[in-house]
């Protein structure tokens, strides 16, 4: 994408809607969890399927296609949405979300799901993957670049920390973390269970080009990703400020919606009021 447009901010727009009823249905119906979760996150996975992630569904095996990690394996349920949008499997896959026999399990897994390079859960490993990737994109001369979209929680782990330290020393500049920061994780807010803060400063100690944003505007979050690289020679970390739950507002900065599904009459008021009606 060259050059944004209002036109393409609005597709984006109009797909973050489709992504969290998706998300909202299929986490009901599988009696499912991490609502809030895959909710946080959908402006910045609608902006990367709509259109800046040079990826092929018909070629989902293309070898020059970036790669996208969702580290945070848990919100399996708006990645799988926003690969069936973007035409890698029918839309019909996601009423099977999460149920016997599916291939769309309840963390992420690339077993038999195509648009989907590494199988991710347990957290504090997708950006050490990534790191392996651009790593071997810059020795084998491919022009991919590597997008790994992180929990604010999983940047607890120390794995996490050693991948920071390991992208700049190797220069990969072709290598994007993405942290969807809704500062409330499992058991509680990201302040009481281990603060963070300042997180992008710490990014940026450790040697990454970092913006901060607000990761519920399309078009600032488009704008960030067009800019990549930051830096010529530095990986580059999107701080992305968001709201767990967003776009439902009984949802919306609760905790509870970390492990809890929607049942029928929540999800009724739920689609009610991402479609604007009373």
Not at 62 to 89: I, M, Q, T, V
Not at 189 to 195: F, G, R
Not at 235 to 257: D, N, Q, R, Y
């Amino acid at each position: 994408m060259a050059t944004l447009r209002s036109a393409d901010v609005g597709r984006m727009k109009a797909l973050a809607l489709r992504i969290r009823r998706h998300v909202l249905t299929m986490t009901h119906q599988a009696k499912s969890s991490h609502v809030g979760s895959s909710l946080s996150m959908a402006d910045l996975l609608a902006a990367l399927y709509g259109g800046v992630l040079r990826v092929d569904a018909a070629r989902p095996d293309w070898p020059d296609r970036d790669r996208f990690l969702l580290s945070k394996g848990h919100g399996a349920a708006a990645l799988y949405a926003g690969l069936a949008e973007a035409g890698f499997f029918p839309p019909a896959w996601l009423e099977r979300y999460y149920q016997d026999g599916s291939v769309l399990a309840g963390h992420v897994t690339h077993t038999g799901v195509p648009g989907v390079d590494v199988s991710t859960g347990a957290l504090g490993h997708g950006l050490s993957i990534g790191c392996g990737m651009a790593l071997a994109g810059k020795r084998d001369g491919r022009p991919f670049r590597v997008f790994v979209l992180l929990s604010d929680g999983e940047c607890d782990e120390g794995s996490t920390w050693e991948a920071v330290l390991f992208a700049p020393h190797h220069r990969l500049d072709n290598l994007v973390a993405i942290v969807d920061y809704n500062k409330i994780q499992s058991l509680g807010t990201v302040a009481e269970v281990l603060d963070l803060h300042p997180l992008a400063a710490k990014w940026e100690a450790f040697g990454w080009a970092v913006r901060e944003i607000d990761g519920h505007d399309v078009d600032h979050i488009v704008r960030s990703l067009q800019d990549i690289p930051f830096q010529p020679g530095r990986p580059s970390c999107i701080v992305a400020h968001t709201v767990k739950g967003k776009g439902v507002s009984f949802m919306e900065g609760k905790l509870l919606w970390h492990y809890r599904a929607p049942d029928a009459d929540e999800l009724a008021r739920a689609l009610a009021e991402l479609e604007g009606r009373p």
